[in-house]
Nanobody
Framework: QVQLVESGGGLVQAGGSLRLSCAAS????????MGWYRQAPGKQRELVAT???????NYAGSAKGRFTISRDNAKNTVYLQMNSLKPEDTAVYYC???????????WGQGTQVTVSS
């Protein structure tokens, strides 16, 4: 079992920045592939960015050049630095952990990000 707790969401004006954090417990964090997803009202949950246990990163097109995913294995935490935020980035952001060896997937409770125009 993996427990994930997100923090760092909030209300920000367009053009501003936020850093989301996701603290993990209950497994060997450094072996997990981690990711951030988001879900806007009335829309499906979508990928934002992922980072593997080997620190390889992948970004959705909407996030490239503006968002940066990183991880600190010593702190069992994954981050999402979001810059140049736009109103369309408004969503609940979810942290995800995947265990490649058994394909288990775990989700946090989500953190709300609201970008005002």
């Amino acid at each position: 079992q993996v427990q994930l707790v997100e923090s760092g969401g909030g209300l920000v004006q367009a053009g501003g920045s936020l850093r989301l954090s996701c603290a993990a417990s209950g497994s060997i964090f450094k072996l997990n592939d981690m990711g951030w997803y988001r879900q806007a009202p009335g829309k499906q949950r979508e990928l934002v960015a992922t980072i593997t246990s080997g620190f390889a990163t992948n970004y959705a097109g909407s996030a490239k050049g503006r968002f940066t995913i990183s991880r600190d294995n010593a702190k069992n935490t994954v981050y999402l630095q979001m810059n140049s935020l736009k109103p369309e980035d408004t969503a609940v952001y979810y942290c995800n952990a995947k265990q490649p060896w058994n394909l288990s997937s775990y989700w946090g409770q989500g953190t709300q990000v609201t970008v005002s125009s």
